[in-house]
Nanobody, 117 residues
């Protein structure tokens, strides 16, 4: 059973930055793709950013709402996925989840991000 553990969430003022981390319990080379999703209260879970596996060239894609502000990256040696979030806005407030796909999808427990003054 793959374990994904997110960290790095918290309270930040508008315009601020946070970096989320997702540590996997095994090599991330084996995943077809990895990504970050978020779910705000009363809303459906949505894709924020994703990166394809090594075999697929590591292509990234982003939700339109975060393009130019968020950056997804992976550190293979540490089996860790990151999400650098800059220029944060109140509408970015949500629980952020890490996802990894290998035949089936795996989810982390989520980390709360709150953007408020």
């Amino acid at each position: 059973q793959v374990q994904l553990v997110e960290s790095g969430g918290g309270l930040v003022q508008p315009g601020g930055s946070l970096r989320l981390s997702c540590a996997a319990s095994e090599s991330i080379f084996s995943f077809y793709s990895m990504g970050w999703y978020r779910q705000a209260p009363g809303k459906e879970r949505e894709l924020v950013a994703a990166v394809a596996g090594i075999i697929s060239g590591g292509i990234t894609n982003y939700a339109d709402s975060v393009k130019g502000r968020f950056t997804i990256s992976r550190e293979n040696a540490k089996n860790t996925l990151y999400l650098q979030m800059d220029s944060l806005k109140p509408e970015d407030t949500a629980v952020y989840y890490c996802n990894a796909v290998r035949k089936i999808g795996y989810w982390g427990q989520g980390t709360q991000v709150t953007v408020s003054s």
